[in-house]
């Protein structure tokens, strides 16, 4: 049996039950391997039944002496009781709808049972068991001895319950399963790594807790040191097989830049372009990610290493998520440069068949000094006559791969600066973007007006919506968001459809009234968000569509409906589309948690807007899976790490990653896991 074998080559498992676990994504043996437990289940020693305590969990063994069905409730639930009686006393234990068991609960049989003990009804004072998380009917031959220890509870589903799980899991482990190391043997034994059966064995069935907490430890050492040692091998490669671009000291056009601009750099900033002058200058390709909250001033940087290219001889290019957000780095740079003499093109999907050949032409013939547009940058038909530095806004939009081909677009391999406004933190940057420095801007300019926040319910909508009409009036405009774009019979939330009815006929009538969402097509989604910037449209409905997308200083309201359903890296996304301007600006999160974590989330956002700090409570509130996976396309889900809890393991894993590269038999002997893992990345690679 090997790892990659399908989970079908088990014993006792058909077709249907194939489809029930590939639907928990178990697929091969190596997915059961590492489903690794949720939890775990101390049933390391049996209690008689003389001696439970009411409320406290326990692990019984017994002979059934009595099974009784009946109907009871409202809807005539099926309810099967059985007496067990271990020689101390006896207990209940009781099942709802589960008739199937009634062939299996004969009078004399031996029961193992794990759950929580709770006094029965109209008992007379007798114990009975609820909430079982562990039920076996034994055979003859069978000890409940056998089946106690530290068990493992793993997620599971209807139709694949804990039994099935660890009986699957039990079976590979002791089959002449062949799992090969996948940690070089110089790394075992420096960082003092358990091997991987044993730390497999281990992780599932514990023999006590320190050798779980050791094969824990050994297993997010693995996973993290992979990502680590994918992520440098990227970076590695990158640097090691292209002829990167090499950029002079800073001339004239970059110090002509600064006189023109109407503000100096904060110490953030300054910080930052020092940085990527040491880069750009460097004979090796920069590949540096730029990070900054939602007005920090990104930009401005990402110009000047433009207009750094540029004097230099070479041509920039700059993607940006959307075609308004192009167009408006289009504008901000044509008032700027343009008067020094650098050519600044827009590449849109609007433009004519004659207006996109013209401008390839000019691109190919370095007509064009700085390109900026969206996924158009990367069609087959761009091509720069000598590409220095690619600039990618918004980074989290595009993947590894689309990044890629807007690199090939250089006849040497250009430098490459990543922008995200979304901040992470500091351990997800290690994670997800290892591949890249970064570089913080971690200030707000000054003069900045901060955007007042508050938290309201649902009953104070009518008053929040006056004071939105009454900042209209005085010649603001206001966003209104809304989590679903249409009316859903399953759920209580309100739909933008339906909010823009409500507020275009009602309180808003006369006020010209605009909705976006994600399915309208993109020409309509432009056209409204242009009227939006135009100030044709004065009170914008929208979903998250907006999250990503125009900048407006003369917005300066938002309010966004049930604003529990998201979270807070996404309503600070959101509120980052107002307070751009020189007015003061409001949002009001209207919410009605009904959970502490709902409402710790609406406490968080309204205390403050540093979009670190923010970004540190929702990888808490969250977990490190969900904010990990959106994050990095081509990279697989954490499965046992817990980057927030594990930054220690992190820092080692990478410290390891870094010896490894450094030692061509150790990379050779992890390429095929990178293999594996990240098969688009690493398909192609036989040796280093």
């Known amino acids: ?57 326990a692990t019984v063994q017994g002979l059934i002496r009595g099974v009784q069905e009946r109907r009871g409730g409202r809807n005539g639930l099926l309810i099967l009781t059985a007496v067990i009686d271990d020689g101390t006393g006896t207990m209940q234990i009781t099942w709802f709808n589960q ?17 929580k003990i709770q006094y029965a009804y109209g008992g007379q004072g007798q114990f ?59 790394i075992l034994e420096e960082y003092g790594l358990p091997p991987r059966r044993a730390a497999l064995q281990e992780i599932h069935f514990p023999s006590n807790q320190r050798l779980m907490e050791a094969a824990r430890y050994r297993l997010a050492f693995e996973e993290l040191y992979m990502i680590q040692c994918g992520l440098l091998y990227l970076k590695k490669q990158s640097q090691e097989q292209h002829q990167g671009v090499k950029h002079g000291v800073n001339g004239f056009k970059v110090q002509e830049l600064f006189k023109h601009l109407p503000f100096s750099l904060t110490k953030d900033q300054n910080q930052a372009w020092h940085e990527i002058c040491n880069d750009m200058e460097r004979s090796v390709p920069m590949r540096r990610l730029l990070q900054g909250d939602v007005g920090s001033g990104k930009t401005v940087v990402a110009m000047l290493a433009l207009v750094k290219t540029v004097e230099n001889g070479f041509q920039g290019a700059m993607m940006a998520p959307t075609e308004i957000l192009a167009h408006q780095h289009y504008d901000a740079f044509c008032q700027l440069l343009e008067p020094m003499g650098i050519r600044v093109a827009l590449l849109s999907g609007k433009l004519t068949k004659k ?51 807007l690199e090939k677009k250089g006849v040497l391999m250009p430098d490459v600066l990543v922008m995200t406004a979304t901040p992470i933190p500091r351990t997800m940057t290690l994670t997800v973007y290892g591949d890249l420095d970064v570089s913080l801007i971690q200030h707000l300019p000054p ?70 969402h994600g399915k309208l097509k993109p020409k ?23 999250e990503v997308g125009v900048n407006v200083p003369n917005a300066s309201m938002m309010v966004i409906e049930h604003a529990q359903q998201f979270g807070l890296a996404q309503l600070h996304q959101l509120r980052g589309r107002i307070g751009r301007g020189e007015y003061a600006s409001y949002c009001v999160l209207v919410a009605d948690g009904k959970t502490e974590s709902s409402r710790e989330r609406m406490r968080i956002m309204e205390s403050t807007s540093d979009g670190f700090v923010l970004a540190e409570e929702d990888l808490k509130l969250r977990g490190p899976g969900q904010f990990f996976g959106t994050m990095q396309h081509g990279f697989p889900d954490l499965k046992i790490a817990n980057v927030e809890q594990d930054m220690d393991i992190l820092l080692r894993a990478r410290q390891a990653a870094a010896k490894t590269l450094n030692n061509q038999e150790n990379m050779r002997f992890i390429i095929p896991t990178l293999q594996l893992l990240y098969q688009e990345q690493f398909l192609n690679i036989t040796d280093t």
């Open 1 to 57: 049996m090997e790892l990659l074998d399908n989970i079908t080559c088990l014993k006792g498992i058909g077709t249907k039950k194939a489809q029930q676990l590939n639907r928990l994504g178990l697929c091969r043996i190596f997915d059961l391997l590492t489903y690794y437990p949720r939890a775990y289940e101390d049933q390391s020693s049996m209690t008689p039944i003389a001696e439970l305590v009411a409320g406290e969990k």
């Open 99 to 115: 008739r199937f068991l009634k062939q299996k609960l004969k009078i004399g049989k031996k029961v193992f049972a794990t759950g």
């Open 128 to 186: 009975a068991m609820s909430q079982l998380s562990s039920f076996e009917v034994l055979e003859e031959y069978e000890q409940a001895e056998n089946k106690c220890g530290i068990m493992p509870v793993y997620s599971s589903s209807k139709d694949v319950n804990q039994k099935l799980l660890r009986g699957l899991v039990m079976q590979i482990l002791q089959e002449d399963v062949y799992i090969p190391e996948v940690i070089p043997e110089a």
């Open 355 to 405: 207006q996109r050949t013209e401008l390839y032409e000019k691109l190919a013939s370095h007509e064009i000094d700085i390109a900026i547009g969206t996924h158009a940058l990367i069609q087959e038909g761009v091509v720069f006559a000598n590409l220095g530095l690619v600039v990618t806004d918004e980074q989290h939009r595009f993947g590894i791969n689309q990044r890629a081909l």
């Open 447 to 516: 003069g900045r007006k901060p955007i007042r926040t508050f938290i309201r319910g649902r009953d104070r909508r009518p008053l929040i919506y006056d004071f939105v009409l009454k900042e209209i009036g005085k010649g603001r405009q206001a966003y209104v968001v809304c989590p679903l774009i249409e009316l859903n019979e399953e759920s209580s939330l309100t739909s933008a459809q339906e909010v823009y009815e409500e507020l275009s006929s009602g309180i808003f009538r006369g006020v010209p009234c605009g909705l976006i």
């Open 524 to 546: 309509e989604k432009e056209a409204i968000m242009q009227a939006f910037y135009d100030g044709e449209i004065k009170l914008l409905v929208a979903t998250t569509v907006i």
